[in-house]
């Protein structure tokens, strides 16, 4: 568990320097994410017994954060997948499979 959180980690600073957020400030994307993530389970738990309307508010972050935790993963393995590094295995495995197995 302690290794995917470090690749989720690099994954999520990597994409930070690519939107050109700078370098120092970077490693507060990923807590941004994760926190968000957190923070929805824990809302979440808390407003169980509340109304559809209180869910649903909590549901939108807590869905649009997990997906861009997804969808950062899956981009920064296919990156990885077409860069120069690419070709270290015998085994090489296409995009869509790799974007696959970096949200499994």
Do not use: C
Not at 19 to 44: K, M, Q, T
Request: charged content about 10%.
């Amino acid at each position: 568990m302690k290794v995917r959180v470090r690749f989720s980690y690099d994954a999520l600073r990597q994409v930070a320097i690519a939107v050109h957020a700078r370098e120092s400030l970077s490693y507060l994307f990923p807590v941004f994410v994760d926190g968000s993530i957190a923070y929805g389970v824990r809302a979440l738990v808390l407003l169980r017994s509340r109304d559809f309307g209180s869910h649903l508010y909590v549901w939108f972050p807590f869905l649009a954060a997990t997906g861009a935790s997804l969808w950062a993963n899956a981009l920064h393995a296919i990156t990885l997948n077409h860069g120069p590094l690419a070709g270290r295995s015998a085994l090489h495995l296409g995009g869509s499979v790799v974007g696959v197995l970096a949200v499994a």
